[in-house]
């Protein structure tokens, strides 16, 4: 029984300097019949040119994975901090249940299959 247990442990490694983070404003999610293809960007105010920071490409499996953990932690969040507010620009709240998209004042590509 150890021995099962002990194959199925994963080892994750942190270095240094992806233990820093990047701090990301946007993210664009484009994706095709195999893959969700997540852009997290850095806008500065009026500068109109921002830079992919980071790519991240999910399986479609793992982009739904994510999407039910990213909404089990928000809910964590909310129940121990009150709800997020969504003040972004010309964005409004979503209802509740609705489609939490954020509309920006600034062109962005449109997510494809």
């Known amino acids: 029984m150890e021995n099962n247990q002990n194959q199925n442990e994963l080892s994750i490694e942190l270095t ?9 404003n946007l993210a664009i999610i484009t994706h095709s019949n195999t893959e969700f293809v997540v852009d997290f960007i850095r806008v500065m105010p009026g500068v109109p040119k921002a830079k992919v920071k980071s790519r991240i490409v999910l399986t479609p499996e793992h982009a739904k994975r994510l999407l039910g953990a990213l909404v089990d932690n928000v809910n964590r969040f909310e ?35």
Do not use: C, H, R, W
């Open 79 to 113: 129940a121990l901090n009150g709800p997020i507010k969504m003040d972004v620009g010309a964005a409004e709240q979503p209802q509740q249940g609705g489609d939490p998209t954020v509309a920006f004042p600034f062109g962005t590509p449109q997510g494809q299959a």
């Open 16 to 24: 240094e300097e992806v233990a820093e983070g990047i701090y990301s």
